[in-house]
Each structure stands twice: as C-alpha cells, then as structure tokens.
C-alpha cells in the first residue's frame, strides 16, 4: 500500500534532548513537509522540502532542523533550542508544490518531560 | 497575511440531519482550497480538493464549494452518521511564486449523535 508513515507515534524527551522524528513516504512525491499542531490552534509548518537536498523554513522553524537525503525520507529533529516542543507532529507529502493536494502521515506526538 | 477561519468551532447534531460547515479565508489569490478530516490523535485525511477555477466539487454526501471572490468556502455534509464525527479543518493553499504553503483554519469538531 502506498502512503506516508511516521515514527514513532509517541516519544518522550527530557528536557535538554535532541530527538528526531521518522517521515517515508513510497507515493513517488517530490515535495514533503513538517507541521506543527497545538490545541485550539490551526496547523503551523516548520519545514517543507521541493527535491532532494533542498528544503526551505516555514513560519515555526526555529529549535528545528531536516534534512533531506533521499526522496522517500524528510527526518525532522527537535532540538533542545525549542522551547516548547511538546505538541502533535505532521508529515506530508504533495506531487509537487502545486496542484494536487497534501496528504498526512499519522502523525507523532512528542511530549517533554 | 492569509487567514483562514472556521465556524463553528463545534457542532452537535443528531444522526440523519444535513449540515453545513464554514471557511473563510482573507486574501482571495488562492491556489487551491483542501477539506480534511482528522479523527482524535490521528493524522489528516484528504476529503476534497477545490482549484481556484472550480465552483464546487462532491464526493458521496460530501459537498464543498468555492466561492473565491467572497473568500468563502463551504463543506456541505448529507444526512450524517455517527461515523462522520471527527474535526474538520480547510486550508488553503496561495498563489505566490514557487512557494506552497498551505494555512489552516483551526477546525469544526463534529459530533453526530444517535
């Protein structure tokens, strides 16, 4: 089956901590993304990505950081500069930057202990 | 800046019922527009996706349309089912350059109740 997994699904730092965060992805997509999301807030995106070797900051991209080695993989890492990275991590994945739509792993939800 | 907003921000209706969920968004050069559903603690999963040239578009009891010039857009649901209770969020994406960004509203929770 085609689609985008994310792992793992719940992951738990203690203060101080880097910690990275599993995107693949086996839809053939050339654009990925990273979002952030909090209660009674909307999602925010930290980092996307057009091809490999290449990504651009999003709105939220400070204390964050990706790279992209490969088309199938776009790891995100939580460093210990956010401040508040307790929150719901996204994934996604597009064709290409424009046109069709988005699509969400199942998302990861980090908590800071 | 785009902003994208939702209401309501909940809604309880009983099993059968249609209804109607609203988006609106601020500025009118958009791209396209996406409805999701997320269910609790899971990811987002694609309802239906409008091009900005688009009036509406269907898919089984779903409904959205478009209305660009009035930053409006709509996710009409018919006679709904338990099944169908979950957060619905709209986003859209902009029309600037090679950037894709999409802004997200902050989501309709729908409860359907027997």
């Known amino acids: 089956d085609g689609g985008i997994t994310q792992s793992p699904k719940y992951l738990f730092r203690k203060e101080g901590q880097n910690v990275t965060l599993s995107c693949e992805q086996n839809l053939n997509h050339d654009a990925m993304y990273w979002y952030r999301q909090d209660p009674g807030q909307g999602l925010r995106l930290i980092y996307y990505s057009q091809i490999v070797n290449d990504f651009q900051k999003g709105d939220i991209a400070e204390g964050y950081s990706v790279s992209r080695e490969k088309k199938e993989s776009f790891p995100l890492t939580v460093t210990s500069a956010q401040k508040n990275p307790t929150a719901f991590y996204l994934c996604a994945s597009s064709i290409g930057l424009r046109g069709l739509g988005q699509y969400f792993g199942p998302g990861t939800r980090l908590t800071v202990l | ?114």
Not at chain 2, 64 to 79: P, Q
Not at chain 2, 97 to 106: C, I, M, R, V
């Open chain 2, 1 to 114: 800046k785009q902003e994208v907003t939702q209401i309501p921000a909940a809604l309880s209706v009983p099993e059968g019922e249609n209804l109607v969920l609203n988006c609106s968004f601020t500025d009118s050069a958009i791209y396209n527009l996406q409805w999701f559903r997320q269910d609790p603690g899971k990811g987002l999963t694609s309802l239906l996706l409008i091009q900005s040239s688009q009036r509406e578009q269907t898919s089984g009891r779903l409904n959205a349309s478009l209305d660009k010039s009035s930053g409006r857009s709509t996710l009409y649901i018919a006679a709904s089912q338990p099944g169908d209770s979950a957060t619905y969020l709209c986003a859209v994406r902009e029309n600037t350059g090679t950037a894709s960004k999409l802004t997200f509203g902050t989501g309709t929770r729908l409860q359907v109740t027997l």
